[in-house]
């Protein structure tokens, strides 16, 4: 018969298995500043390579390197910085009208069930008509100026402002609300300090979304009769065969929009420092 071990002879627990000396952590580390980069880095340097060995002809696609040395030669000789800030210009002014209505439009469908029944609505038919489909119409409300743009911009942005906006609203817990009715606070107080702060999360996601398409709504739209942008000079550029400049274009778009989303994650990161999730 086999000896019984002693700390069961003496009645004890059997014994545990002894832990691994090293286990892996389910949550994985915070990326490094500029580690987001890495990717469109390898894009680069494969595109730099393919240009270098012969696989992409100057014709078909310019190497980075030369669209550089094509921007910087744009920026000495003045004929760039024009273009960028009427670009700027418009992409901004629509971004803040459409976050800024929005948010209230969010508001007022997420605390009301009048504003939901009014807004909602009409914000999901919005969603399903695309902006550009909305391009003859508003040609011929406003013209083919400014207001044109900037107002096809600030519908792209109003709808994933809202739809965020509003989802997290209507998934505030329940028992904060409860508490806010339980302390007495006013319609005014219970915005301020129990609604604005639940849905901050799903309002920085969505305006990451509107950094985004403010500028791809901007790229199509500064094709329609323009005279200054970014997109007017990569129209241009590609009558005259310059894939260069058109690469100088695109380059600026990328980087604009990489620079506008940095500013919103690093918003979002002192705003929101109080929550602990995977990614902090």
Request: proline share 6%; hydrophobic share 55%; glycine share 10%.
């Amino acid at each position: 018969m086999a000896a019984i071990p002693s700390h069961e002879a003496r009645g004890g627990a059997p014994a545990r298995p002894a832990a691994p000396a090293h286990r892996p952590s389910l949550v994985p580390r915070r990326l490094p500043p500029g580690a987001r980069l890495l990717g469109p880095l390898v894009v680069l340097v494969l595109w730099e390579a393919a240009s270098r060995l012969g696989l992409l002809a100057p014709e078909t696609l310019t190497a980075p390197t030369a669209a550089l040395r094509t921007g910087w030669r744009m920026l000495a000789d003045g004929s760039l910085l024009p273009h960028l800030a009427a670009s700027a210009a418009r992409a901004y002014s629509g971004l803040f009208l459409g976050v800024l209505a929005g948010v209230l439009l969010a508001l007022a469908s997420g605390l009301t069930r009048t504003g939901e029944a009014l807004i909602d609505g009409l914000v999901q038919v919005k969603r399903a008509i695309p902006t550009l489909a909305l391009i003859p119409l508003v040609i011929i409300w406003l013209g083919i100026g400014e207001a044109m743009k900037v107002f096809l911009i600030f519908t792209a942005v109003l709808v994933p402002v809202y739809i965020n906006t509003h989802a997290a609203l209507r998934g505030i817990d329940i028992g904060h609300v409860e508490l806010a009715q339980t302390l007495g606070l006013t319609r005014g107080e219970f915005i301020r300090k129990v609604a604005l702060p639940g849905a901050l999360p799903g309002f920085f996601v969505s305006l990451r979304l509107a950094v985004a398409l403010c500028w791809t709504a901007l790229v199509v739209l500064e094709l329609v009769n323009t005279q200054t942008g970014i997109g007017y000079l990569m129209n241009r550029a590609r009558d005259w065969g310059q894939t260069d400049v058109i690469v100088v274009g695109i380059i600026v778009y990328a980087v604009l929009g990489l620079a506008s989303d940095a500013v919103v994650r690093l918003i979002e990161s002192r705003v929101l420092s109080y929550r602990r999730s995977l990614g902090s």
